[in-house]
């Protein structure tokens, strides 16, 4: 098994629109340089592009209230993630009905002793967090992230997730609500301190990528205790590497 869809039914986001979870990488290993070779889960608009989610609005069933989804008014999406790559080959594939529906616990098994990547795209809290604790059950390990964390109905989610963080005060605001943070600190900020209880993300550009998300494994909520520190990295959309390397912080 190289792929499969796991879960279909109706985005906790917004209660209306039917999404889709799809789970690739399965027997062949992603190419992704920062994460290294993790198994992909995708969120998706089930029948849609994700171009034409993307371009409607139509997202905010799987990405909720994220910043980084395109803007109404300016057009302009921040978003890390590349349309033109992984997402559209997912997106094509699931249209043209490519990938056969196994349960979730068939395909933990498949991934028993394998990093697995919770929302390479699409927010993780719009699915329900069963679908993702019996996924990952035995998982070597697991990463994901949420721009959701403000939501009370998410709290269950702070054992699997890290809050996705934009600023100082949204790091503030999540520890606040008892979750461990990822902050992505602005270009400008590159040269100014972490806050306390930040480490740089290791596999980061500004952190010579001394690892891989495979390898390093931090990034997977309260399930790594209090005491494991927050991680900090410096906006890597491919709208910012080039002032990045205008900052000598990336080659």
Request: proline share 3%; hydrophobic share 40%.
């Amino acid at each position: 098994m190289e792929s499969a869809i796991i879960w279909r039914g109706t985005s906790l986001l917004d209660g209306v629109t039917p999404i889709a979870v799809v789970v690739t990488g399965i027997a062949h290993k992603s190419g992704n340089a920062k994460t290294g070779a993790m198994v992909q889960t995708y969120i998706l608009v089930d029948g849609v592009k994700p171009k034409v989610a993307i371009d409607d609005g139509t997202d905010a069933a799987i990405c909720g209230a994220c910043p980084h989804r395109k803007q109404a008014d300016t057009g302009k999406r921040s978003c890390y993630v590349n349309l033109a790559t992984g997402l559209n080959v997912v997106g094509r594939q699931m249209l043209a009905g490519k990938y056969e529906t196994r349960s979730v616990d068939e395909v933990a098994v498949a991934c028993a002793g394998l990093p697995v990547r919770l929302g390479t795209y699409g927010d993780p809290a719009a699915v329900p967090v069963e679908v993702w604790m019996r996924l990952i059950r035995h998982a070597a390990s697991h990463t994901g992230y949420t721009h959701q964390w403000r939501l009370d109905a998410v709290d269950a989610y702070r054992q699997l997730l890290m809050a996705s963080c934009d600023s100082e005060a949204d790091r503030v605001s999540a520890k606040a609500s008892g979750w461990r943070t990822f902050r992505v600190r602005a270009v400008a900020e590159a040269s100014a301190p972490l806050m306390a209880g930040e480490i740089v993300c290791p596999a980061s550009f500004e952190a010579g990528k001394r690892t891989t998300c495979e390898r390093c494994g931090l990034c997977a909520g309260a399930s790594k205790g209090a005491k494991v520190k927050d991680i900090a990295i410096i906006n890597h959309s491919t709208s910012a590497r080039a002032a990045l390397r205008k900052l000598a912080v990336i080659q």
